[in-house]
């Protein structure tokens, strides 16, 4: 089944702290690494359905990226994320109806995770 969808590419400036905080850290796993120009990295990284890919230099893009990942279960989540990288606060629930927490790689870039209140 073909389906369309949106992958961030966030910046980064380190491609082995990149796959520390997002493969050995937030239990994605490494789809590809490429290469361009003379200093030019792209990763990209997977976990169930999403996908984040990561460039560095990343010339003529805005910094400090943020996307919205939507998960089933955000307190379970936060759960196996917390024991492995920084995450200053646990979820909380919304007046809009989720329940949503914070994370901000080490580019500065920011993950925020939404899942249903249960």
Known sequence: MNK??????????DPAKARRF???????????????????????????????NLDCPMPGHGRAACACLEVTDAD????QWRARVPIPHGPKTEDWGAR?????DPFGNTLFVI???K
């Open 4 to 13: 369309e969808r949106s992958i961030p590419v966030f910046p980064m400036d």
């Open 22 to 52: 997002y493969v050995d850290g937030l239990g994605f796993r490494e789809l590809f690494a490429g290469h361009y120009g003379r200093d030019g990295t792209i990763l990209g990284f997977e976990r169930g359905d999403l996908r984040i």
């Open 76 to 79: 379970e989540i936060f759960e």
């Open 100 to 104: 949503t927490f914070t994370v901000i």
């Open 115 to 117: 899942g249903p209140v």
